[in-house]
Antibody, heavy 120, light 107 residues
Framework: EVQLVQSGTEVKKPGESLKISCRGSGYTFDDHWIAWVRQRPGKGLEWMGVIYPGDSDAKYSPSFQGQVTISADKSISAAYLQWSGLKASDTAMYYC?????????????WGQGTLVTVSS | DIQMTQSPSTLSTSVGDRVTITCRASQNISTWLAWYQQKPGKAPNLLIYKASKLESGVPSRFSGSGSGTEFTLTISNLQPDDFATYYCQQYDSSSPTFGQGTKVEVK
């Protein structure tokens, strides 16, 4: 059974750094892209970027380029989303999701989400 | 970015009704369109991909149609479990984008 399991809820202050994770199981992690999707409170879904764990090739939405870093460690089947200086506007639920094929596709499996709250 | 516009934003309806949600793309996306259902506090769930293909395990009362710039999701014989928010997503471009969502609520 394919599963994406994300790290837990985070509460941070503005300016702090953060790295959240997404671990895949039940499939060959190296062979599938993993995307990150943001959902601000009460709002819709925003594609942030995607990474291929096999070679760590990452692609970003123009809206998120330079704001976050997406990385992966194929040895432990994990993908990461990282901030170096959080802002209150980064408060959101963050989902990892697996594109069904290629790097741009429908998303057939999703993690349970990681809630990030940034507040002073 | 390709803009995706859903209508309506909210749909008040009843069990047993036929529901239609529309999604329009700002440019031609062929049939590179997916539909998701999301319930409060849960991750989205894929219903339809490539505009009309039903994802495995999804009830047959869900169907999708359209191509180019206009698409529809239809739920026939709405069930209590179907009250949720629905999103369309295009994946024609290298930066996938979602519609703003349609909330299907109890009338």
């Amino acid at each position: 059974e394919v599963q994406l399991v994300q790290s837990g809820t985070e509460v941070k202050k503005p300016g702090e750094s953060l790295k959240i994770s997404c671990r895949g199981s039940g499939y060959t992690f190296d062979d599938h892209w993993i995307a990150w999707v943001r959902q601000r409170p009460g709002k819709g879904l925003e594609w942030m970027g995607v990474i291929y764990p096999g070679d760590s090739d990452a692609k970003y939405s123009p809206s998120f380029q330079g704001q976050v870093t997406i990385s992966a460690d194929k040895s432990i089947s994990a993908a990461y989303l990282q901030w170096s200086g959080l802002k209150a506007s980064d408060t959101a639920m963050y989902y990892c999701a697996r594109p069904a094929s290629g790097h741009t596709s429908s998303f057939d499996y999703w993690g349970q989400g990681t809630l990030v709250t940034v507040s002073s | 970015d390709i803009q995706m516009t859903q209508s309506p934003s909210t749909l008040s309806t009843s069990v047993g009704d036929r529901v239609t949600i529309t999604c329009r793309a700002s440019q031609n996306i062929s049939t590179w369109l997916a539909w998701y259902q999301q319930k409060p506090g849960k991750a989205p769930n894929l219903l339809i991909y490539k505009a009309s293909k039903l994802e495995s395990g999804v009830p047959s009362r869900f169907s999708g149609s359209g191509s180019g710039t206009e698409f529809t999701l239809t739920i026939s014989n709405l069930q209590p479990d179907d009250f949720a928010t629905y999103y369309c997503q295009q994946y024609d471009s290298s930066s996938p984008t979602f519609g703003q969502g349609t909330k299907v609520e109890v009338k």
